[in-house]
T-cell receptor, first 113, second 113 residues
C-alpha cells in the first residue's frame, strides 16, 4: 500500500527566509503528487500538483516543488516566506487509478517576525 | 471560498447517536469525496462518489455510510457514534475522478460526548 511521510511535523522559520518542507512517498507504481495548504479553521487548498512532464512544478503563492523519482520525494520550497504563509501543509499521493488521495501527517509552518 | 458547502459547521452529540453530514459540491463537479481529519489518524480518505455511484472506498467504518443524490449533493451518515469519531469531516469535489484538483469544503466539526 502506498504511504506518504512528511519528515517534519513542525518547521519554524523567520520571515523572508527560505523554507523547504519534505515529503517522501512509497509506491511501486506511477503516482500523482500534490501539496495542499490548510489555513487555520479552513478547508484544504491546492498549492500545486505533479502529474507528468517537468519535475519542477510551480504553484500558487510563490511555492514550487521538485519530483525526484529515484528518491521518491516531492519536497516543497519557497525562497522567501511571509507571515501569511503560516499554515499546515499536506503532501498527498494519488496512485493511478485509485481515485483517492493518501495524505501525509502534515507539517505546521510557523513564520516568526 | 472553494464553492463547496458543508452543513452543519459544528455538531455536538452523544455516544450511540446517529448524525448526517451534508455536502454540496461545486457547480459542475460530478465527483464527491469524504475525508476524516483527527489528531490520531490525520487526514484519511473515507469514500468517493461519481455521478451517484460509489467509485472508491477507503478506511470507512461499517457504522458509516454515504450516498450521492441525483442533484449531486452528498450525505455522510454516522451511526452508533463513539468518542473516537470526534473529528473534522471534509467533503471535496472535482469535475470527475482522476488527478484533478479536489476542492475542499470548510468541514463539519463533530464532537461526540
Amino acid at each position: 500500500a502506498q504511504s506518504v511521510t512528511q519528515l517534519d511535523s513542525q518547521v519554524p522559520v523567520f520571515e523572508e527566509a527560505p523554507v523547504e518542507l519534505r515529503c517522501n512517498y512509497s509506491s511501486s507504481v506511477s503516482v500523482y503528487l500534490f501539496w495542499y495548504v490548510q489555513y487555520p479553521n479552513q478547508g484544504l487548498q491546492l498549492l500545486l500538483k505533479y502529474l507528468s512532464g517537468s519535475t519542477l512544478v510551480k504553484g500558487i503563492n510563490g511555492f514550487e516543488a521538485e519530483f525526484n523519482k529515484s528518491q521518491t520525494s516531492f519536497h516543497l520550497r519557497k525562497p522567501s516566506v511571509h507571515i501569511s504563509d503560516t499554515a499546515e501543509y499536506f503532501c498527498a499521493v494519488d496512485v493511478q487509478g485509485a481515485q483517492k488521495l493518501v495524505f501525509g501527517q502534515g507539517t505546521r509552518l510557523t513564520i516568526n517576525p | 471560498d472553494s464553492g463547496v458547502t458543508q452543513t452543519p459547521k459544528h455538531l455536538i452529540t452523544a455516544t450511540g447517536q446517529r448524525v448526517t453530514l451534508r455536502c454540496s459540491p461545486r457547480s459542475g463537479d460530478l465527483s464527491v469525496y469524504w475525508y476524516q481529519q483527527s489528531l490520531d489518524q490525520g487526514l484519511q480518505f473515507l469514500i468517493q462518489y461519481y455521478n451517484g455511484e460509489e467509485r472508491a472506498k477507503g478506511n470507512i467504518l461499517e457504522r458509516f455510510s454515504a450516498q450521492q443524490f441525483p442533484d449531486l449533493h452528498s450525505e455522510l451518515n454516522l451511526s452508533s457514534l463513539e468518542l473516537g469519531d470526534s473529528a473534522l469531516y471534509f467533503c471535496a469535489s472535482s469535475v470527475s475522478p482522476g488527478p484533478y484538483e479536489q476542492y475542499f469544503g470548510p468541514g463539519t466539526r463533530l464532537t461526540v460526548t
